[in-house]
């Protein structure tokens, strides 16, 4: 069992301690009207509740981009970071301080260009946290330029004619780095992407969830997500591979937890007893 | 932006808030109109443990003329002439999550899972109403905010009410299982996309009636699937209580401003993309 789920089962108190409501802050998002990025907030405050959980053992950790402002707005621990290094940040907070449940924040940008270096790794490394990127397959903060999820041939006075450029299949690249769990959710549907936020923050290990988050700004025709998402038809896999083939083979909008490995975390607290100070000295005495 | 393209934009924005972000609204602002909601409210709900009880009066006249739902051109912007669906390399089949549908799934079998509906119905519509009021009051548009969180309140006069009749001092969980409702969220919820930040209180009330129409629907259809006598009875009233809502909601536009036609369009736009 994580130290999530440890700390989880551990903790023998009312389920409705926490309501959604007991996890926001005082400030008040100043998103665009409309943006999906609301609606993953409300699922994180749920989920949060759902699970029982404190705003003082929960950290929300960002980098930069609109979704990144998202600690902020919850009453958790938080930490707004440097662009594309949420993920850094939070290995070293949940190193730091284990008991902790880490929730990892952020956009494509951010994600995928920025940070995507951080993102395999951390993938790899499978420490016991979560990390959810509401994907606009655009840049918003900074006005609409393309970004890693990008169709190819998204038309834009920044990008005349498209940048011609495959976009990125995070799933996928998260299945082959060894992510231990991989769902897809969508922002028009708080409920829904509340229970799978609380499925990837009780599985052990690294969890990557990949949020369909509308920008009615620069992509307004994403409005039409929500007629396009369905539940995935397939039940949950342990096979990287079958559900790597599943995610390369789908629409775009199964939603629902794809994938839940098996892989061990990476150990928490020191692996081995520490050196006294006194044993080091010694080595160094004439 | 091209005259064109402006053109364009702004008539995307038309049938429901769309497409912009905040911006400088001084024009936007000036045009408009106060349009204060008026004395007639929706209507608590009244529902009484194990039976349903009498209607509350209607406060206000339904408005006569059916508000006018303005079309959503055909064209598009150009520069947003692919949407996420016809991306390349994946094949889209068409899903149909029935986002907004109404109907009810299955039966209810007891009059405290009805009200568990009603309530949370509720709850989610006083939580949605104070989010959208929220944003709202962040961009700086005033009327509207102040009009959401109006609904909020109201809307949280019904859970107040629900809780009272039903003896109930804390909120039940909703029963175990798929949601009743088909779609993502409860019939009376408005939608977080459904919004813009130029929108009027008109727009806004709306909304709100779309809402009102849903939960109507949804409890017609628990009434039509109930196994009881005591749950049908409960169901039709309720709906009977939300399609009162739906005609004061339209009272209440017939007192508001129409929009101008180009009511989104502003004059400082944030999208130096189009």
């Known amino acids: 069992m994580n130290s999530t789920a440890t700390a989880l089962a551990a903790a023998e108190r009312p389920a409705a301690a926490c309501t959604p409501a007991t996890f926001k802050s005082g400030t008040k998002p100043i998103w665009c009207p409309g943006c999906g990025d609301y609606s993953v907030l409300s699922s994180i405050t749920k989920a949060f509740a759902m699970l029982a959980l404190k705003p003082e053992e929960t950290v929300v950790v960002s980098g930069i981009g609109c979704s990144s402002r998202i600690p902020a707005y919850t009453s958790c621990y938080g930490f707004h970071g440097v662009h594309g290094r949420a993920l850094a940040a939070a290995t070293g907070v949940k190193l730091a301080r284990p008991e902790l449940t880490v929730l990892v924040a952020g956009g494509d940008g951010d994600g995928y260009s920025i940070g995507g270096n951080h993102f395999l790794h951390a993938c790899r490394r499978n420490v016991d946290m979560t990390y959810i990127v509401m994907d606009n397959h655009v840049y918003g903060m900074t006005k609409g330029q393309p970004s890693p999820t990008t169709e190819p041939d998204w038309d834009s006075k920044l990008a005349p004619g498209g940048t011609g450029v495959r976009a990125f299949h995070p799933l996928v690249i998260a299945l082959a780095s060894g992510a231990n769990f991989v769902a897809r959710a969508f922002a028009g549907d708080p409920n829904g992407t509340a229970e799978i936020l609380a499925q990837a923050i009780r599985h052990p290990g690294f969890s990557f969830v990949e949020i369909l988050s509308p920008c009615v700004t620069f992509r307004p025709e994403q409005r039409e997500w929500k007629e396009a998402v369905h539940p995935a038809s397939v039940t949950v896999t342990n096979d990287p591979a079958r559900a790597a083939r599943r995610v390369m083979t789908d629409d775009g909008f199964n939603i629902g937890a794809l994938y839940a490995g098996d892989r061990t975390p990476f150990p928490l607290g020191p692996r081995r007893p520490p050196i006294p100070l006194t044993d080091l000295e010694a080595e160094f005495a004439p | ?274």
């Open chain 2, 1 to 274: 932006m091209t005259a064109a393209r402006k053109k364009a934009a702004t008539k995307t924005a038309v049938a429901r808030p769309s497409a912009k972000a905040p911006a400088t609204r001084k024009v936007a602002a000036k045009k408009r109109a106060a349009g204060k909601p008026a004395a007639g409210k929706p209507a608590a709900k009244k529902v009484a443990a194990g039976k349903p009880v009498a209607k509350k009066p209607v406060a206000g006249k339904p408005a006569a003329k059916k508000p006018v739902a303005k079309k959503r051109p055909a064209t598009k912007p150009t520069v947003k002439k692919r949407v996420a669906s016809e991306a390349p390399g994946k094949s889209r089949a068409k899903a149909k999550p029935a986002a907004r549908a109404s109907v009810a799934r299955g039966a209810t079998s007891s009059i405290g899972t009805l009200m568990t509906y009603a309530l949370w119905l509720e709850l989610d519509a006083v939580e949605r109403y104070r989010e959208l009021a929220d944003a709202m009051e962040m961009h700086n548009n005033r009327d509207v905010s102040e009009l959401f969180r109006k609904m909020s309140t109201i809307e949280g006069k019904h859970v107040d009410k629900i809780m009272k009749q039903m003896g109930w001092t804390k909120v039940p969980p909703l029963p175990q299982g798929a949601a009743p409702w088909p779609g993502f969220e409860s019939p009376e919820t408005a939608a977080h996309d459904d919004v813009h930040y130029l929108m009027q209180p008109y727009h806004a009330l709306a909304l709100a009636l779309k809402g009102e129409e849903r939960a109507h629907r949804f409890f017609e259809s628990l009434a039509r699937a109930a196994t009881t006598p005591a749950v049908r009875r409960a169901a039709t009233e309720m709906a009977e209580e939300e399609r009162e809502h739906v005609e004061l909601v339209r009272a209440w536009m017939a007192k508001v401003p129409r929009p101008d036609d180009d009511w989104n369009d502003d004059p400082d736009p944030p999208r130096y993309t189009d």
